[in-house]
C-alpha cells in the first residue's frame, strides 16, 4: 500500500510528461487510458529511435572517405625485411659436428629444417625417430641460431635513392619473427639525430624513394607496413626472393591511412582496427595484423602439442618444442599454417585479428630480372610513383553524438531530461528510507487539468 502511494505521488509530481494525467483520479477514467496509451506509445517511440541510434553508432561510427590533396602527402617507405632461406657452408659444417663426415647427405636436410623450420620436418620423422640416427632432440633455437648467417655475412651492401651508401647492420634491425631471425629496415627505427640518418619519406621535394641492396646469401626479402613482421601467411606477392646471380627491381605503388585523432577514442569493435599500442599479444610489443596471427598460432600449437616452435617470437625455453613436438606439430600441420574464416570446416587456424589502423596498401606492380655476379643477389625496390590519393577514417558518430542522439530522442517523445530520472532515484530510495522530507503539494482543481500561471 505505501509502494502504491509512493508510486502515485512520484507521478503527481515527476516533471516527466503526460504521468500526471494518468495519476489523477479526478480525471475520468477514459482520459486516464488515453494518456496512459500516449504514455506507453511515447516511451516505445523513444526506446525504438535510443537502440537506432545506439546501434548506429556501434555500425557505423567509422567512414572512409579519399583524400586527393597529394601536394601535401608525406609518404613513408614500407619496411623492408631480410630473411635468409639457405646456408649450405653452415648447414655441412653442423651436420659434420652432429652426424660425422661419412654420413647420409639426407640428414643435411635435418639441420636445414630445424634452422628454418617453417611448420613440417619431414627429414626429422623419416631419419630421427627410426633410432637408427643419434638426431638432436632438444635446444634447436641454438642449432639454429648458430647455423644462420650474421647480418654482416648476409649484407654486403646498401644504397638509399641512389646516392646514400649506409652502413646495412647499422639501419637494418635484428628481428624476431616465426620464420627465425631477420632484418628489417623500417623509418621507426630511425633517429633524426644520427649521423648516418636515413630519411625514408617521400614527398615532392624527395621525389619516390627507393632502395638497392645487395645480398650474399639466398634470402626472402619482404616489404611490409611499418608495425608488420613477416610470418607464414605473408601473401605471396609481397614476398621477393633474392637468388644468386640475379639483379631484381621490384616497383610498387602504395596508399597511405591516415586517421583522424578521435578514431583513437572509438571502441575497437567499432572501427575495426588496433593501433600499435593497444598492444596484447606476447609475441610482439606492438600490435599488428601479423603479429597477432603469430600469436594466434602460438596459442593453437601449446593447445595441441604443449610447446611452440623453437622459432617463434619471445618463447620461453620452457615452451618450446623438442624433437617429439616438432612431430607434433607437423602432423597438425594444416590446422596450425593454413588460415580459415570463421565457422568453415575445412582444417586451419581460426584467429580473430583486426587489421592495424595504420597498415598501408602496397602493390607490387612491376618486376625485371637481370643476370649478375654470381657470388651476390641484388634487389632494388622502387616507389613507382608518390600517391596521388590516401584513404582518411574519419568519426561520423562519436560518443557526444551518441549522447546527443539519445537525450534528444529522450526529450522529444518522454520531455524527459536527467534531472527527471535523478527524481526516480529521490522518490524510491531516498523516500523508501524513510527520509522525512515535506511534501509538496499541487493546488487542488475541481477539473481533469491543472492551472496555468
Known amino acids: 500500500m505505501e509502494g502504491a502511494v509512493m508510486l502515485k505521488e512520484f507521478a503527481d509530481q515527476s516533471t516527466i510528461h503526460g504521468l500526471h494525467y494518468v495519476s489523477n483520479d479526478k480525471c475520468h477514467w477514459t482520459e486516464r487510458l488515453f494518456w496512459l496509451i ?19 553508432y556501434q555500425t557505423n561510427a567509422i567512414s572512409f572517405v579519399v583524400e586527393t590533396s597529394s601536394l601535401e602527402f608525406q609518404t613513408t617507405f614500407p619496411a623492408v625485411s631480410v630473411c635468409e632461406t639457405n646456408n649450405i657452408a653452415n648447414i655441412q ?46 635446444n634447436f633455437s641454438k642449432i639454429a641460431m648458430s647455423t644462420r648467417s650474421t647480418c654482416d655475412e648476409v649484407f654486403l651492401n646498401c644504397t638509399w635513392n641512389n646516392n646514400h651508401h649506409f652502413d646495412c647492420c647499422k ?29 625514408m619519406y617521400s614527398n615532392r621535394e624527395t621525389g619516390p624513394g627507393n632502395l638497392l641492396i645487395k645480398l650474399s646469401s639466398p634470402s626472402q626479402v619482404f616489404i611490409h607496413s611499418v608495425v608488420d613482421v613477416p610470418y607464414y601467411n605473408t601473401i605471396s606477392t609481397d614476398i621477393l626472393h633474392a637468388m644468386m ?39 610482439s610489443s606492438k600490435y599488428s595484423y601479423s603479429s597477432c596471427i603469430v600469436n594466434c598460432r602460438r596459442q593453437k600449437q601449446l593447445e595441441m602439442c604443449n610447446c611452440t616452435s623453437h622459432l617463434m617470437p619471445n618463447s620461453k625455453a620452457s615452451e618450446q618444442c623438442d624433437i617429439n613436438g616438432l612431430i607434433c606439430l607437423n602432423t597438425h600441420y594444416a590446422e596450425l599454417s593454413v588460415l580459415k574464416k570463421k565457422k568453415s ?50 568519426v561520423v558518430r562519436g560518443r557526444l553524438d551518441v549522447l546527443v542522439s539519445l537525450g534528444g530522442s529522450v526529450a522529444l517523445f518522454v520531455g524527459a531530461s536527467i534531472l527527471s ?3 526516480i532515484i ?9 527520509v522525512k522530507i515535506p511534501k509538496l503539494k499541487r493546488p487542488k482543481t475541481s477539473k481533469c487539468e491543472f492551472k496555468m500561471k
Not at 639501419?171 to 620464420?179: G, I, Y
Not at 640475379?246 to 569493435?269: A, L, R, T
Request: aromatic share 14%.
Open 38 to 56: 500516449c504514455c506507453i506509445l511515447s516511451w516505445f517511440g523513444s526506446a525504438l529511435l535510443m537502440m537506432n541510434s545506439w546501434d548506429a
Open 93 to 138: 659444417k653442423l651436420a659434420n659436428k652432429i652426424f660425422g663426415n661419412n654420413r647420409n647427405f639426407n640428414l643435411d636436410e635435418i639441420v636445414k629444417e630445424i634452422t628454418y623450420f617453417k611448420g613440417t620436418s619431414y627429414y626429422i620423422n623419416e631419419f630421427c625417430m627410426t633410432g637408427q640416427y643419434n638426431c638432436p632432440k632438444n
Open 171 to 199: 639501419h637494418f634491425v635484428l628481428t624476431e619473427t616465426e620464420l627465425g631471425i631477420c632484418y628489417t629496415l623500417t623509418m621507426e627505427n630511425e633517429s633524426p639525430d644520427s649521423d648516418d640518418f636515413i630519411n
Open 245 to 283: 646471380g640475379i639483379f631484381k627491381q621490384y616497383k610498387f605503388v602504395i596508399k597511405d591511412i591516415e586517421n583522424e585523432d578521435e578514431v583513437k577514442f572509438v571502441g575497437i569493435s567499432q572501427r575495426r582496427c588496433r593501433f600499435p599500442f593497444e598492444n596484447y599479444l606476447k609475441v
Open 345 to 394: 570446416k575445412r582444417p586451419g587456424l581460426e584467429c580473430e585479428c583486426v587489421p592495424s589502423c595504420i597498415e598501408a596498401e602496397i602493390n607490387v606492380i612491376t618486376v625485371e630480372s637481370f643476370i649478375t655476379n654470381d657470388n651476390e643477389s641484388i634487389i632494388q625496390l622502387m616507389m613507382d610513383r608518390l600517391p596521388a590519393e590516401r584513404l582518411k577514417r574519419n
Open 421 to 423: 530520472f535523478l527524481e
Open 426 to 434: 529521490y522518490y524510491f530510495i531516498i523516500r523508501m528510507r524513510n
